[in-house]
């Protein structure tokens, strides 16, 4: 570098954590409402698109040997139908195992999505700045909102097999009668707690992600030395690969949660 002054403009233009930020994108307006489509919304855009086309080809064959990218996408929905679904929900799983496979798949791709540098491979086609991309599961509106889905699927589900009434008589265990106003309470906040710890759960392992990257390459430039380089560049490629496993490991978990929400929800013992 010629000057100090050029340094933090170069750590900028390294900074792993500008994606994370949401950035408008472009604006416009439907009737009276006014819509602003950031980099996230942008990213979730092209993973429904993606998800669209992808889903379909991955079941259109009916051949009894599936292969290739079916026979991937159907050993993933059997194992969450069987081997995660059916001990929680019973003979209700194949009612509700479409949503289960949504959850999973919608969020699995969004972290996968999330790790594409889709701003610096645009850079290098166009030659121009942009803010396309960007981990959506690193804004915490976005998983907040995943949660509320998770929220109002869980309870719609339970007064659908048991009742309006049935379903909030049963909401809290059978105890003595003394207890009852306080065991009913809790329950009432441990339900309504539960989108939060979902939707801060995924948020928080995504953001970590980005924020230990940005921590190791900016050992490079507090050090200016060879071998913390070396570590740091090691570093960011071991955390690379791991984020890759967290992205599975937090799609699994969101999903197992929301299961095993809904399977506390249609039993008449919840």
Known sequence: MNSMGAYPDFVAELNPLQPVIAVPLFEFSI??????????????????????????FAVRSRSLIPRGFQNLIESVCVFLREEM???????????????????????????????IPTEKMLVLLSGKENSFGGPATANIWVTGAMAVVAFLMTHICGIREQGLWRYIVNFAPPVPWWLMPIIYFLEVVSALIRPFALAIRLFANII????????????????????VAAASVLSVVALSLMELLVAFIQAYIFTFLTTIYIGSSIAAEH
Do not use: C, E, Q
């Open 208 to 227: 970590a992600g980005h924020i230990l990257l940005a921590t190791f390459i900016g050992l490079i430039f507090v050090f200016k030395n060879y071998g």
């Open 85 to 115: 679904a059916r001990p929680i929900m019973g003979k209700h799983t194949d009612r509700y195992i479409g949503f289960i496979w949504t959850v999973f798949f919608f969020i699995l791709t969004l972290n996968l999505m999330g790790m």
């Open 31 to 56: 009737g009276p409402w006014h819509v602003v489509v950031s980099n996230h919304m942008f990213t979730i855009a092209m993973t429904l698109a993606l998800l669209s086309i992808a889903m379909p």
